[in-house]
């Protein structure tokens, strides 16, 4: 287990998905912008188009574009696809081991981003806020604006640019399952207003409906709740090691010990059984839509 606010640290609060410490300083981003810079030149110089060099390296052309510029963190598989399709030089693999975070990622998250990008499993519970996967813009600016201390304005954008992009997730990784155990309170609430609410439940609804997600609200009336203990986030790589993730106000506790795991998927087990199923979720959630 190792804490938050550590060069081990676990996930910040934008790539954990909640909003969390959000107010943290972004880290810089030039070393991904000079890793693009390379990607670009040994594309071109290979002749290759980046509609090319996307289908070779079997990910999006957005997404290379996005490595490109500098604006999104290649995970390894990237690294590896870029590196066969561009003559195994190790020059990527070696520039690769420099990257720090992209703009609008609080400063200790370092670990999470990089698995979960990589996942094939990832589940989520949220007792406070919706997560930010899962979150319209209106919904996540809200969020940025109430932050204290309060945010620039070039913060909030860099916020939100982080936060689009990583959303880009759900559907870029088909193949990945994604469920999320959300408190029927957060909707409730009304963050941000009746209009913000209703593009919220709209949007959870919207997502829902891909075949990779799993959406469940637990009902605001629950005799047993295995989840008091606070939001929990559970991930599976390839390689079928499983981390977790805990977010508080101020940072977050990354684990890795099989053990405490154990605990954690126990607990969340035990909340998919407590929730309302699927089906009965997003009747609750148009309910609440319609009675805005």
């Given at each position: 287990?190792?804490?938050?606010?550590?060069?081990?640290?676990?996930?910040?609060?934008?790539?954990?998905?909640?909003?969390?410490?959000?107010?943290?300083?972004?880290?810089?981003?030039?070393?991904?912008?000079?890793?693009?810079?390379?990607?670009?030149?040994?594309?071109?110089?290979?002749?290759?188009?980046?509609?090319?060099?996307?289908?070779?390296?079997?990910?999006?052309?957005?997404?290379?574009?996005?490595?490109?510029?500098?604006?999104?963190?290649?995970?390894?598989?990237?690294?590896?696809?870029?590196?066969?399709?561009?003559?195994?030089?190790?020059?990527?693999?070696?520039?690769?081991?420099?990257?720090?975070?992209?703009?609008?990622?609080?400063?200790?998250?370092?670990?999470?981003?990089?698995?979960?990008?990589?996942?094939?499993?990832?589940?989520?519970?949220?007792?406070?806020?919706?997560?930010?996967?899962?979150?319209?813009?209106?919904?996540?600016?809200?969020?940025?604006?109430?932050?204290?201390?309060?945010?620039?304005?070039?913060?909030?954008?860099?916020?939100?640019?982080?936060?689009?992009?990583?959303?880009r997730l759900l559907r870029?990784?088909?193949?990945?399952?994604?469920?999320?155990?959300?408190?029927?309170?957060?909707?409730?609430?009304?963050?941000?207003?009746?209009?913000?609410?209703?593009?919220?439940?709209?949007?959870?609804?919207?997502?829902?409906?891909?075949?990779?997600?799993?959406?469940?609200?637990?009902?605001?009336?629950?005799?047993?709740?295995?989840?008091?203990?606070?939001?929990?986030?559970?991930?599976?790589?390839?390689?079928?090691?499983?981390?977790?993730?805990?977010?508080?106000?101020?940072?977050?506790?990354?684990?890795?010990?099989?053990?405490?795991?154990?605990?954690?998927?126990?607990?969340?087990a035990r909340m998919r059984?407590?929730?309302?199923?699927?089906?009965?979720?997003?009747?609750?959630?148009?309910?609440?839509?319609?009675?805005?």
């Amino acid at each position: 287990m190792a804490y938050g606010n550590t060069d081990q640290g676990g996930a910040g609060a934008e790539a954990a998905g909640g909003c969390g410490p959000v107010g943290g300083e972004p880290e810089a981003s030039d070393s991904l912008r000079t890793f693009g810079a390379v990607v670009q030149a040994l594309r071109e110089h290979a002749g290759l188009s980046r509609a090319e060099f996307a289908e070779r390296v079997s990910f999006s052309r957005h997404t290379v574009a996005s490595v490109e510029q500098g604006r999104r963190m290649p995970d390894r598989h990237f690294v590896e696809q870029a590196e066969e399709a561009l003559g195994n030089t190790g020059a990527l693999r070696q520039a690769a081991l420099h990257l720090s975070r992209q703009p609008g990622l609080a400063s200790w998250f370092r670990r999470w981003a990089g698995l979960e990008a990589e996942a094939v499993t990832l589940y989520t519970y949220e007792c406070r806020m919706v997560p930010g996967l899962l979150q319209p813009e209106s919904y996540a600016r809200t969020l940025f604006v109430d932050q204290l201390p309060p945010l620039s304005d070039e913060q909030i954008e860099a916020q939100w640019a982080a936060r689009a992009e990583r959303q880009r997730l759900l559907r870029e990784r088909p193949n990945t399952t994604f469920g999320f155990i959300l408190e029927e309170h957060l909707f409730l609430r009304r963050t941000g207003g009746v209009e913000v609410t209703r593009m919220l439940i709209e949007h959870v609804l919207e997502v829902a409906r891909l075949r990779n997600v799993e959406i469940q609200v637990m009902p605001l009336v629950r005799p047993s709740h295995a989840g008091l203990a606070g939001p929990v986030q559970l991930l599976e790589t390839s390689e079928a090691r499983w981390f977790a993730y805990n977010e508080g106000q101020r940072g977050g506790l990354f684990f890795a010990d099989p053990k405490e795991i154990s605990v954690l998927q126990r607990r969340y087990a035990r909340m998919r059984a407590q929730a309302l199923s699927l089906e009965d979720s997003a009747g609750l959630l148009r309910e609440m839509r319609g009675a805005l």
